[in-house]
């Protein structure tokens, strides 16, 4: 069992909501931060896993990558301003027609976003489980997210977060016809073997992993193997 380095998703970084949003509070999204900080973690963006991949170059130990899921207006203010403290980067993958709902990021914070250097993805148009949706949908969902993205940020889409972790080999094949250089999925997808640039596995971080053991395992890029150890197929 490989090295890989780990991906870590998060969706809300808030005060809890009682609603079924994976949540992170932000005391322990600092103590997360700051542990990867006195550990002299490296946090690289999407994109330098991505070209650390395709050129086959090897991962420096104790380098992570950081990725938001929805778009939650907490990503803004909340999230943002601690990543910024510790200079780390990380990618938020929005669903374009969730932007300026309540409880959503708008546009104007995403711009801001985007101008500080973070990357804005795409979670699809309507936030859709991609498995499901019929064929001749697939292009709005992954095609036009983009371009709606990237004409309110004026930044390129570059990558994609499928929603639930949700994709089949032909999504996958309208994913590298967009344009997009790489697609995040959950943990479950993929069963070992090659590394797959569009089905990029994440690490799901929780509230217990404030607890520095958690974490770590998480953190180690050997956190497969932990699973397997936990939860024998
Ligand atoms: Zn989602």
Redesign the pocket.
Known sequence: MGYHVPILGY?RVGPFKGDHVPTVSPDAFGRQLAFLARHRYRVLTLEEVVQRLEQRAPFPRRSVAMTF??GYEETCTVAWPLLKRFGFPATV?V?PTEVGLPGFATWDQLIQLASDGFAIGS?TMH?SYLPLVPEDRLLEELLQSKRVIEERTGQAVRFL?Y??GGFTSQTQAIVKRAGYLAACTTNRALAGGAIDRYALRRVKVTERDANPVCFFAKVSGYYDLFRRLKEPS
Request: glycine letters at 0%; aromatic letters at 10%.
């Open positions: 969706h899921d929805d993958f669903t979670h936030h977060s929603p639930v």
